[in-house]
């Protein structure tokens, strides 16, 4: 298994990233997958799941209205396009697949003027 997190980086308020997620090493079109993000002494939280076929998502309340998450299960990437980026966005983000234990290296967002 293997997932490398893509995407992030250095924004200011109000701007956007989208972040990337290639996966492989297993039947990705088989897996729901998540966005989770961890900030400096805070827990990892989850931020968005898709379901393996990508009819259903879920999102965060903090991040509801600001942030999709999509998939492209030809490519077998899952992508989380952030808008309207606050402060409280800065962490890093890993994304995940459902029952999988595996985490990749994450990709640092940072969200400050």
């Not at 990892?44 to 991040?63: F, M, P, Q, R």
């Not at 999509?70 to 990437?77: G, L, P």
Request: proline share 3%; with cysteine; glycine share 12%.
């Amino acid at each position: 298994v293997q997932l490398v997190e893509s995407g992030g980086g250095s924004v200011q308020p109000g701007g956007s990233l989208r972040l990337s997620c290639a996966a492989s090493g297993f039947t990705f079109s088989r897996y729901g997958m998540s966005w989770y993000r961890q900030a400096p002494g805070k827990e990892c939280e989850l931020v968005a799941h898709i379901t393996s076929a990508g009819g259903s998502t879920n999102y965060a309340d903090s991040v509801k209205g600001r942030f999709t998450i999509s998939r492209d299960n030809v490519k077998n990437m899952v992508y989380l396009q952030m808008n309207s980026l606050k402060p409280e966005d800065t962490a890093v983000y890993y994304c995940k697949a459902d029952y999988i234990q595996y985490w990749g290296q994450g990709t640092q967002v940072t969200v400050s003027s």
